[in-house]
């Protein structure tokens, strides 16, 4: 009978996602271990550590945006973004990664940078665990504090206070969005050794925003052309 073979694939499935549960809460806390890492990297660093209450909205949804346009609604790993990435890789060669913020927060913390095919499926396998452990605000609230933004600066605070000399929450907003767009490769668009490629990842943040309705072209825009004061000068 059809519904008899449909009952022993729902008792498997049922009995396999319970020991998969059970593996990363218990055996393997995937969830602890990533906080420590985390609270250990922005202590090594001298940074400060901010719950996602204390990072502006702005500032989130401008990362959001960039990195992580689905992040809300994936399971960790966005088969259309990893799609895109290998089509834009086999027609331009490598330049797109396709991971997630789940992903990276993951490659971050408990993996090595190492690229190879074994880590990056142990990275999907991670994040997808991850996901099961925690919610989408606390994996946010990790990321934003963990990522390297450049120049030393590990974290959306210690880079706000790097690059800006104050704090996150007193940024303005073309500052936040000149912050979103360096974790994809911090030491490239670090504004204080490649100005024009920071000011040119910027407007790609700001692109991204329309794009996704948070701004008009004409906000964006303005927003683009307005000045940067940085902490030191180089920018």
């Known amino acids: 009978m059809w519904w008899k073979r449909l009952l022993r694939i729902?008792?498997?499935l049922g009995g396999f996602w319970m020991v998969f549960n059970l593996f990363f809460s218990t055996i393997y806390p995937i969830a602890t271990y990533v906080r420590e890492d985390v609270k250990?990297?922005?202590a090594q660093n001298g940074g400060k550590y901010l719950s996602i209450k204390e990072i502006p909205?702005?500032?989130?949804l401008a990362?959001?945006?960039t990195e992580d346009r689905r992040f809300y609604s994936h399971p960790g790993?966005?088969?259309r973004g990893i799609g895109r990435a290998l089509y834009v890789n086999l027609e331009q060669g490598p330049s797109q990664g396709g991971s997630t913020i789940t992903q990276q927060l993951i490659r971050n913390t408990i993996l090595r940078q190492e690229r190879s095919v074994e880590r990056k499926a142990k990275e999907l396998a991670l994040a997808f665990a991850l996901e099961t452990q925690m919610s989408k605000r606390e994996i946010l609230e990790l990321y934003l504090n963990a990522i390297y933004f450049g120049d030393?600066?590990?974290?959306?605070?210690?880079?706000?206070?790097?690059?800006?000399?104050?704090?996150?929450?007193?940024l303005s907003y073309p500052e936040w969005t000149l912050l979103a767009g360096l974790p994809n490769a911090p030491s490239a668009y670090n504004p204080y050794v490649?100005?024009?490629?920071?000011?040119?990842r910027q407007r790609e943040v700001l692109m991204n925003l329309v794009e996704t309705k948070r701004l008009t072209e004409k906000e964006a825009l303005d927003y683009l052309e307005a000045p940067l004061h940085f902490a030191k000068s180089g920018g």
């Open 57 to 60: 909205i702005e500032f989130q």
């Open 77 to 79: 790993f966005d088969l």
């Open 152 to 170: 030393g600066a590990y974290g959306a605070e210690q880079a706000a206070q790097t690059y800006f000399g104050k704090p996150l929450a007193e």
């Open 63 to 65: 990362v959001i945006s």
């Open 194 to 200: 490649a100005y024009d490629l920071a000011k040119k």
């Open 10 to 12: 729902v008792i498997v």
């Open 40 to 42: 250990e990297k922005v």
